[in-house]
């Protein structure tokens, strides 16, 4: 039974291992590829609150979608990452030990 104080306990040092490595390169992903996203997405953004809550608002629309976008970008690539590796590394260990 996991213990619910550590949430890392009852895991393998690989799943550990995983979790950080994609943790860091998502966060390396995140620096490269949240400001395209964000620039890419923010005249949408502020057409439709422009058309919804009217002119005043960009102030406050710019930092929450940026903070979105910085947001969504690092949960995506977090799970890609991570996806990829435990994949990968099963089809690793399928190859090497066979069925």
Known sequence: M????????????????????????????????????YNLSLLAALDHARSTFGYGWDGVIKPLWWLGCILATFAFCQMAIAASLRLGMAKLARWLFGN
């Open 2 to 37: 996991r213990d619910r104080a550590r949430p890392s306990a009852g895991k393998s040092a690989f799943t550990q291992g995983a979790d950080l490595f994609a943790s860091v390169m998502a966060v390396v992903a995140t620096y490269f590829a949240g400001t395209g996203v």
